[in-house]
């Protein structure tokens, strides 16, 4: 079974014991993982390194034994290119992170799931990528 990718956000309300969301996405994350297990790529793990001091602290919490660390294909990398694209000829912010359709783009041309609380953008552009989300 393919395993779901993790989005920064999910894995960021587990940092920040966020009230709203914490209970959420630990069960998410947890059902992931008994299902078919988890994944991050160099983007989530970028964006998740920003909270720590060092590689070791962020080793800790993101253990490679749990969260697969997985690579981009080079298919998701022009997947994100035409999908950013789009977005920007639809009026979408210049400034709106690449990363989000890297992401995307990722799970979608790996077959993999995406968990994420942020769903818009993904369903718009990758409107064949299975989503857990609230």
Known sequence: MPYTLVDTNVLVDDFNEDEEWLDWSAAMIERACDAGGVAINPIIYAEISVRFETIEELELVLPSEYFVRAAIPWEAAF?????????????GARRSPLRDFFIGAHAAVSGMTLLTRDPRRYRAYFPKLRLVCP
């Open 79 to 91: 997947l994100a290119g035409k999908a950013f694209g789009a977005y920007k000829r639809r009026g």
